[in-house]
Protein backbone atom coordinates (compact mmCIF):
# COMPACT_ATOMS: atom_id res chain seq x y z
CA UNK A 1 0.00 0.00 0.00
CA UNK A 2 2.70 2.56 1.20
CA UNK A 3 4.46 1.83 -2.25
CA UNK A 4 1.61 2.19 -4.43
CA UNK A 5 1.46 5.81 -3.04
CA UNK A 6 5.42 6.62 -3.01
CA UNK A 7 4.92 5.96 -6.71
CA UNK A 8 1.96 8.46 -7.16
CA UNK A 9 3.52 11.08 -5.37
CA UNK A 10 6.87 10.87 -7.83
CA UNK A 11 4.73 10.69 -10.78
CA UNK A 12 2.84 13.20 -9.91
CA UNK A 13 5.77 15.99 -9.23
CA UNK A 14 7.42 14.66 -12.65
CA UNK A 15 4.32 15.44 -14.45
CA UNK A 16 3.50 18.89 -12.81
CA UNK A 17 7.18 20.04 -13.33
CA UNK A 18 7.47 19.12 -17.10
CA UNK A 19 4.49 20.94 -17.73
CA UNK A 20 5.67 24.42 -16.08
CA UNK A 21 7.06 27.51 -18.45
CA UNK A 22 7.48 31.21 -17.79
CA UNK A 23 6.41 33.63 -19.97
CA UNK A 24 9.15 36.48 -19.87
CA UNK A 25 7.73 40.03 -21.31
CA UNK A 26 10.97 41.77 -22.46
CA UNK A 27 9.63 45.39 -22.85
CA UNK A 28 13.23 46.46 -24.83
CA UNK A 29 12.81 44.54 -28.45
CA UNK A 30 9.12 43.95 -27.97
CA UNK A 31 9.44 40.02 -27.44
CA UNK A 32 8.48 37.45 -24.96
CA UNK A 33 10.60 34.87 -24.18
CA UNK A 34 9.49 31.32 -23.15
CA UNK A 35 11.49 29.25 -20.65
CA UNK A 36 11.21 25.75 -20.59
CA UNK A 37 11.32 25.14 -16.44
CA UNK A 38 12.43 21.74 -16.63
CA UNK A 39 15.37 22.54 -18.61
CA UNK A 40 15.95 26.58 -17.64
CA UNK A 41 16.29 26.83 -21.55
CA UNK A 42 14.64 29.35 -23.57
CA UNK A 43 12.23 27.70 -26.16
CA UNK A 44 11.04 30.22 -28.27
CA UNK A 45 10.82 33.88 -28.68
CA UNK A 46 7.17 35.42 -29.41
CA UNK A 47 7.01 39.42 -30.82
CA UNK A 48 3.86 41.00 -29.01
CA UNK A 49 3.40 44.69 -28.82
CA UNK A 50 5.45 47.74 -28.07
CA UNK A 51 6.48 47.36 -24.82
CA UNK A 52 5.80 44.07 -23.17
CA UNK A 53 5.45 44.21 -19.44
CA UNK A 54 1.99 42.90 -17.58
CA UNK A 55 1.35 39.34 -17.96
CA UNK A 56 -1.12 36.96 -16.57
CA UNK A 57 -1.83 33.05 -16.98
CA UNK A 58 -5.39 31.59 -17.78
CA UNK A 59 -6.32 28.86 -15.46
CA UNK A 60 -6.08 26.61 -17.77
CA UNK A 61 -2.73 27.20 -19.08
CA UNK A 62 -4.01 27.89 -22.44
CA UNK A 63 -3.32 31.29 -22.90
CA UNK A 64 -0.92 33.86 -21.34
CA UNK A 65 -2.17 37.77 -21.81
CA UNK A 66 0.31 40.33 -22.11
CA UNK A 67 0.11 44.19 -21.45
CA UNK A 68 1.95 46.09 -23.98
CA UNK A 69 2.57 49.41 -21.94
CA UNK A 70 3.46 51.47 -25.11
CA UNK A 71 1.10 50.16 -27.76
CA UNK A 72 -1.92 50.35 -25.51
CA UNK A 73 -3.13 46.79 -26.03
CA UNK A 74 -3.40 43.21 -24.88
CA UNK A 75 -1.35 40.78 -26.87
CA UNK A 76 -3.54 36.74 -26.25
CA UNK A 77 -0.62 34.06 -26.68
CA UNK A 78 -1.91 30.60 -27.44
CA UNK A 79 0.32 28.54 -25.55
CA UNK A 80 -0.34 25.48 -27.75
CA UNK A 81 1.52 27.14 -30.85
CA UNK A 82 3.01 30.05 -28.87
CA UNK A 83 1.86 32.07 -31.28
CA UNK A 84 -0.50 35.40 -30.45
CA UNK A 85 -3.66 34.60 -31.52
CA UNK A 86 -5.38 38.08 -30.62
CA UNK A 87 -4.49 41.81 -30.04
CA UNK A 88 -7.27 43.50 -27.93
CA UNK A 89 -6.94 47.66 -27.03
CA UNK A 90 -7.53 49.20 -23.82
CA UNK A 91 -6.91 52.12 -22.13
CA UNK A 92 -3.47 54.41 -21.73
CA UNK A 93 -0.37 52.43 -21.02
CA UNK A 94 -1.37 49.38 -20.03
CA UNK A 95 1.18 48.32 -16.88
CA UNK A 96 -0.63 45.28 -14.28
CA UNK A 97 -3.20 42.51 -15.79
CA UNK A 98 -5.04 39.95 -13.55
CA UNK A 99 -7.56 36.95 -14.58
CA UNK A 100 -10.52 36.89 -12.58
CA UNK A 101 -10.51 33.33 -10.19
CA UNK A 102 -13.07 32.06 -12.27
CA UNK A 103 -11.14 33.05 -15.87
CA UNK A 104 -14.33 35.17 -17.37
CA UNK A 105 -13.03 38.49 -17.02
CA UNK A 106 -9.26 40.01 -17.38
CA UNK A 107 -8.82 43.43 -15.42
CA UNK A 108 -6.32 45.05 -16.97
CA UNK A 109 -4.75 48.42 -14.89
CA UNK A 110 -4.07 51.91 -17.51
CA UNK A 111 -1.53 53.69 -15.62
CA UNK A 112 -1.42 56.55 -18.38
CA UNK A 113 -5.32 57.21 -17.77
CA UNK A 114 -6.30 55.96 -14.03
CA UNK A 115 -8.71 53.10 -15.13
CA UNK A 116 -9.29 49.55 -15.47
CA UNK A 117 -10.28 48.26 -18.19
CA UNK A 118 -12.65 44.75 -17.74
CA UNK A 119 -12.08 42.58 -20.85
CA UNK A 120 -14.87 39.72 -21.58
CA UNK A 121 -12.33 36.81 -22.34
CA UNK A 122 -14.97 34.57 -23.78
CA UNK A 123 -15.36 37.68 -26.69
CA UNK A 124 -11.78 39.06 -25.91
CA UNK A 125 -13.68 42.83 -25.64
CA UNK A 126 -13.69 45.43 -23.40
CA UNK A 127 -16.73 45.46 -21.59
CA UNK A 128 -16.35 47.95 -18.76
CA UNK A 129 -13.47 50.35 -17.71
CA UNK A 130 -13.32 51.31 -13.94
CA UNK A 131 -12.03 54.68 -12.74
CA UNK A 132 -9.26 53.74 -9.96
CA UNK A 133 -7.01 55.96 -8.23
CA UNK A 134 -3.76 57.95 -9.74
CA UNK A 135 -1.36 56.01 -11.73
CA UNK A 136 -3.09 52.65 -11.16
CA UNK A 137 0.57 50.18 -12.02
CA UNK A 138 0.07 46.49 -10.02
CA UNK A 139 -3.35 44.52 -10.11
CA UNK A 140 -3.79 41.20 -7.81
CA UNK A 141 -7.31 38.85 -7.66
CA UNK A 142 -8.49 37.18 -4.49
CA UNK A 143 -8.63 33.03 -4.96
CA UNK A 144 -11.10 33.15 -2.78
CA UNK A 145 -13.83 36.10 -3.10
CA UNK A 146 -14.58 38.18 -6.10
CA UNK A 147 -12.05 41.14 -5.51
CA UNK A 148 -9.58 42.98 -7.42
CA UNK A 149 -6.87 45.37 -5.92
CA UNK A 150 -5.42 47.71 -7.51
CA UNK A 151 -2.05 49.77 -6.39
CA UNK A 152 -2.24 53.07 -7.45
CA UNK A 153 1.09 54.24 -7.23
CA UNK A 154 0.69 58.42 -7.80
CA UNK A 155 -1.90 58.55 -5.18
CA UNK A 156 -0.76 55.61 -2.32
CA UNK A 157 -3.56 53.92 -2.22
CA UNK A 158 -5.68 50.46 -3.23
CA UNK A 159 -8.85 50.09 -4.88
CA UNK A 160 -10.93 47.32 -3.92
CA UNK A 161 -12.82 46.69 -7.07
CA UNK A 162 -15.99 43.83 -6.98
CA UNK A 163 -15.77 41.87 -9.41
CA UNK A 164 -19.56 41.10 -9.66
CA UNK A 165 -20.64 44.71 -10.27
CA UNK A 166 -17.20 45.78 -10.88
CA UNK A 167 -17.20 48.55 -9.19
CA UNK A 168 -14.73 50.35 -6.62
CA UNK A 169 -16.43 49.29 -3.15
CA UNK A 170 -13.28 50.62 -0.89
CA UNK A 171 -10.10 52.73 -1.22
CA UNK A 172 -6.91 51.44 1.36
CA UNK A 173 -4.46 54.16 2.41
CA UNK A 174 -0.84 52.59 2.01
CA UNK A 175 3.07 53.77 1.32
CA UNK A 176 4.47 55.77 -0.58
CA UNK A 177 4.14 54.56 -4.69
CA UNK A 178 2.48 50.93 -4.15
CA UNK A 179 3.73 49.16 -7.52
CA UNK A 180 3.58 45.59 -6.82
CA UNK A 181 0.80 43.27 -4.92
CA UNK A 182 -0.15 40.20 -4.37
CA UNK A 183 -3.28 38.54 -2.55
CA UNK A 184 -2.57 35.28 -0.02
CA UNK A 185 -4.15 32.48 -1.21
CA UNK A 186 -4.73 31.10 2.34
CA UNK A 187 -4.96 33.94 4.56
CA UNK A 188 -7.01 37.13 4.75
CA UNK A 189 -4.06 39.20 3.74
CA UNK A 190 -3.04 41.23 1.15
CA UNK A 191 0.70 42.31 0.57
CA UNK A 192 1.74 45.81 -1.13
CA UNK A 193 5.21 46.66 -2.08
CA UNK A 194 5.78 50.49 -1.41
CA UNK A 195 8.70 51.35 -3.62
CA UNK A 196 9.79 55.00 -1.90
CA UNK A 197 9.32 53.90 2.03
CA UNK A 198 11.14 50.10 1.04
CA UNK A 199 8.42 48.54 2.96
CA UNK A 200 5.48 46.15 2.32
CA UNK A 201 1.93 47.10 3.72
CA UNK A 202 -0.07 43.90 5.11
CA UNK A 203 -3.85 44.39 5.04
CA UNK A 204 -6.22 42.47 6.12
CA UNK A 205 -8.60 41.85 3.26
CA UNK A 206 -12.11 40.77 5.62
CA UNK A 207 -11.69 44.55 6.77
CA UNK A 208 -9.48 46.43 4.45
CA UNK A 209 -7.43 47.54 7.32
CA UNK A 210 -3.63 47.62 7.29
CA UNK A 211 -2.53 45.75 10.00
CA UNK A 212 1.43 45.66 9.81
CA UNK A 213 4.50 47.08 7.66
CA UNK A 214 7.23 45.23 6.97
CA UNK A 215 10.66 46.33 6.51
CA UNK A 216 12.38 45.25 2.87
CA UNK A 217 15.45 46.15 0.78
CA UNK A 218 15.44 49.07 -1.57
CA UNK A 219 12.98 50.16 -3.68
CA UNK A 220 10.40 47.02 -3.81
CA UNK A 221 8.67 46.45 -6.46
CA UNK A 222 7.33 42.96 -7.20
CA UNK A 223 5.60 40.70 -4.94
CA UNK A 224 5.00 36.71 -4.96
CA UNK A 225 3.03 34.91 -2.31
CA UNK A 226 3.79 30.98 -2.55
CA UNK A 227 1.02 28.72 -3.07
CA UNK A 228 2.09 25.85 -1.00
CA UNK A 229 4.23 27.85 2.03
CA UNK A 230 3.72 30.25 4.43
CA UNK A 231 6.11 32.53 2.62
CA UNK A 232 6.25 35.15 0.31
CA UNK A 233 8.87 37.44 -2.17
CA UNK A 234 9.38 40.98 -2.90
CA UNK A 235 11.56 42.21 -5.40
CA UNK A 236 13.90 45.03 -4.30
CA UNK A 237 14.92 46.36 -7.52
CA UNK A 238 17.20 49.04 -5.70
CA UNK A 239 20.21 46.58 -4.85
CA UNK A 240 19.75 43.57 -6.72
CA UNK A 241 17.51 41.19 -3.77
CA UNK A 242 14.54 38.83 -3.30
CA UNK A 243 12.85 39.84 0.35
CA UNK A 244 11.63 36.47 1.63
CA UNK A 245 9.42 36.87 4.29
CA UNK A 246 7.51 34.24 6.69
CA UNK A 247 3.77 35.19 6.38
CA UNK A 248 2.88 33.92 9.74
CA UNK A 249 5.09 36.59 11.85
CA UNK A 250 5.49 39.13 9.14
CA UNK A 251 9.17 39.43 8.91
CA UNK A 252 12.16 38.90 6.61
CA UNK A 253 13.85 35.46 7.29
CA UNK A 254 16.24 35.84 4.66
CA UNK A 255 17.59 37.87 1.12
CA UNK A 256 18.73 36.41 -1.59
CA UNK A 257 20.77 38.04 -4.10
CA UNK A 258 20.11 37.86 -7.68
CA UNK A 259 20.95 39.66 -11.22
CA UNK A 260 20.32 43.74 -11.64
CA UNK A 261 17.03 45.41 -11.25
CA UNK A 262 14.58 42.71 -10.31
CA UNK A 263 11.32 43.44 -11.24
CA UNK A 264 8.61 40.90 -11.86
CA UNK A 265 8.64 37.64 -9.82
CA UNK A 266 6.56 34.22 -9.50
CA UNK A 267 6.75 31.08 -7.64
CA UNK A 268 6.02 28.09 -9.74
CA UNK A 269 2.77 26.48 -9.33
CA UNK A 270 4.17 23.50 -7.08
CA UNK A 271 5.99 26.24 -4.96
CA UNK A 272 9.22 24.30 -5.87
CA UNK A 273 10.84 26.85 -7.95
CA UNK A 274 11.12 31.20 -7.66
CA UNK A 275 11.59 32.75 -11.38
CA UNK A 276 12.98 36.46 -10.79
CA UNK A 277 12.79 38.60 -13.99
CA UNK A 278 15.96 40.62 -14.02
CA UNK A 279 15.65 44.57 -15.81
CA UNK A 280 18.95 45.61 -15.99
CA UNK A 281 20.86 41.91 -16.60
CA UNK A 282 18.29 40.96 -19.05
CA UNK A 283 18.54 37.64 -17.14
CA UNK A 284 16.08 35.08 -15.40
CA UNK A 285 16.97 34.08 -12.27
CA UNK A 286 15.91 30.46 -11.26
CA UNK A 287 15.61 30.00 -7.26
CA UNK A 288 15.40 26.73 -5.20
CA UNK A 289 12.74 27.39 -2.45
CA UNK A 290 13.53 25.04 -0.74
CA UNK A 291 17.68 26.46 0.29
CA UNK A 292 16.74 30.03 -0.96
CA UNK A 293 19.58 29.92 -3.41
CA UNK A 294 19.94 30.98 -6.90
CA UNK A 295 19.82 27.83 -9.19
CA UNK A 296 20.30 29.34 -12.72
CA UNK A 297 20.43 32.46 -14.47
CA UNK A 298 19.42 32.37 -17.82
CA UNK A 299 19.57 34.93 -20.41
CA UNK A 300 16.51 36.37 -22.08
CA UNK A 301 15.39 39.20 -23.95
CA UNK A 302 15.93 43.36 -23.26
CA UNK A 303 14.56 44.57 -20.47
CA UNK A 304 12.88 41.61 -18.96
CA UNK A 305 9.67 42.68 -16.46
CA UNK A 306 7.08 40.10 -16.46
CA UNK A 307 5.24 42.14 -13.93
CA UNK A 308 2.44 39.50 -12.81
CA UNK A 309 1.96 35.89 -12.29
CA UNK A 310 3.94 34.45 -15.81
CA UNK A 311 4.16 30.51 -15.03
CA UNK A 312 1.84 27.89 -16.76
CA UNK A 313 1.93 24.69 -15.39
CA UNK A 314 -1.06 23.23 -13.24
CA UNK A 315 -2.30 19.84 -11.89
CA UNK A 316 -4.55 19.63 -14.98
CA UNK A 317 -1.31 17.95 -16.59
CA UNK A 318 -2.31 15.12 -14.45
CA UNK A 319 -5.97 14.83 -13.90
CA UNK A 320 -6.35 12.00 -16.41
CA UNK A 321 -3.63 9.86 -14.41
CA UNK A 322 -5.37 11.02 -11.06
CA UNK A 323 -8.86 9.54 -12.15
CA UNK A 324 -7.79 6.37 -12.68
CA UNK A 325 -6.22 6.02 -9.31
CA UNK A 326 -7.83 3.94 -6.49
CA UNK A 327 -9.90 6.07 -4.44
CA UNK A 328 -9.61 3.81 -1.64
CA UNK A 329 -13.02 3.91 -0.15
CA UNK A 330 -12.82 7.66 -0.21
CA UNK A 331 -16.01 9.75 -2.03
CA UNK A 332 -15.98 13.22 -1.76
CA UNK A 333 -19.50 14.55 -2.86
CA UNK A 334 -21.75 16.30 -3.74
CA UNK A 335 -19.71 16.97 -7.06
CA UNK A 336 -20.25 19.30 -8.70
CA UNK A 337 -20.27 21.31 -4.84
CA UNK A 338 -21.92 24.54 -3.57
CA UNK A 339 -21.41 24.51 -0.26
CA UNK A 340 -20.59 22.14 1.83
CA UNK A 341 -18.18 18.93 0.48
CA UNK A 342 -18.43 15.99 2.02
CA UNK A 343 -15.60 13.32 2.71
CA UNK A 344 -17.09 9.62 3.22
CA UNK A 345 -14.36 7.79 4.40
CA UNK A 346 -15.59 3.89 4.35
CA UNK A 347 -12.07 2.56 4.77
CA UNK A 348 -11.76 4.01 8.46
CA UNK A 349 -8.01 5.65 6.63
CA UNK A 350 -6.61 8.36 9.35
CA UNK A 351 -6.75 11.77 7.41
CA UNK A 352 -4.41 13.71 8.70
CA UNK A 353 -5.08 17.15 6.61
CA UNK A 354 -7.05 18.45 3.38
CA UNK A 355 -5.73 21.03 1.56
CA UNK A 356 -7.43 22.26 -1.86
CA UNK A 357 -6.13 23.89 -4.86
CA UNK A 358 -7.80 25.68 -7.94
CA UNK A 359 -6.49 25.17 -11.45
CA UNK A 360 -3.04 27.47 -10.69
CA UNK A 361 -1.85 25.34 -8.30
CA UNK A 362 -2.20 27.71 -5.32
CA UNK A 363 -3.51 26.57 -1.93
CA UNK A 364 -7.04 27.88 -1.62
CA UNK A 365 -8.28 26.25 1.37
CA UNK A 366 -6.59 24.07 4.44
CA UNK A 367 -8.29 21.72 6.43
CA UNK A 368 -6.37 19.96 9.69
CA UNK A 369 -9.51 18.60 11.87
CA UNK A 370 -13.44 17.90 11.31
CA UNK A 371 -12.88 16.35 7.96
CA UNK A 372 -15.81 14.74 7.47
CA UNK A 373 -17.45 18.14 6.00
CA UNK A 374 -16.05 21.14 4.24
CA UNK A 375 -16.85 24.25 3.72
CA UNK A 376 -15.91 25.58 0.55
CA UNK A 377 -19.04 28.05 -0.04
CA UNK A 378 -16.25 31.30 -0.11
CA UNK A 379 -14.17 29.94 -2.62
CA UNK A 380 -14.50 30.75 -6.38
CA UNK A 381 -16.55 29.01 -9.25
CA UNK A 382 -14.11 26.76 -11.08
CA UNK A 383 -11.84 23.45 -11.43
CA UNK A 384 -10.76 22.83 -7.97
CA UNK A 385 -8.12 19.63 -6.47
CA UNK A 386 -8.62 18.25 -3.25
CA UNK A 387 -5.82 16.33 -1.93
CA UNK A 388 -5.89 14.38 1.22
CA UNK A 389 -3.06 13.21 3.29
CA UNK A 390 -3.99 10.12 4.95
CA UNK A 391 -1.42 8.08 7.43
CA UNK A 392 -0.89 5.63 4.22
CA UNK A 393 -0.28 8.39 2.08
CA UNK A 394 -1.87 10.83 -0.48
CA UNK A 395 -5.00 10.87 -2.82
CA UNK A 396 -6.17 13.63 -5.31
CA UNK A 397 -9.61 14.30 -5.95
CA UNK A 398 -11.38 16.72 -8.47
CA UNK A 399 -14.09 18.47 -7.99
CA UNK A 400 -15.96 21.17 -9.47
CA UNK A 401 -17.70 24.53 -7.51
CA UNK A 402 -20.69 25.72 -8.46
CA UNK A 403 -22.05 29.23 -7.46
Not at 263 to 288: E, M, Q, R, W
Amino acid sequence: MKKHYILLIALLAFTISNAQYAYITNSGNNTVSVVDLSSNIVITTISVGDQPFGVTVSQDGDKVFIANNDGDTISVINTITNTVSETIPVGNSPTGIVISPNGSKLYVANTGDDTVSVIDTATNTVSATINVGSGPWGISSSPTSNTVYVANANSNTISVINTSTDTVTATISVGSSPYGLSVSPTENKLYVANYYNNTVSVIDTSTNIVTDTISVGSSPYGVSVSPTENKLYVANSGDNTISVINSLTNTVSDIISVGSIPFGLSVSPDGTKLCVANGGSNTVSIINTDTNTVSDSIPVGGIPGAFGNFITGNFLAVIDFLENIESEGIIAFPNPVKNILNIDNSNNSEITSIKIYDVLGRLVLTQTEAFNQIDVSHLSKGLLFVKLETEEGMLTKKIIKNN
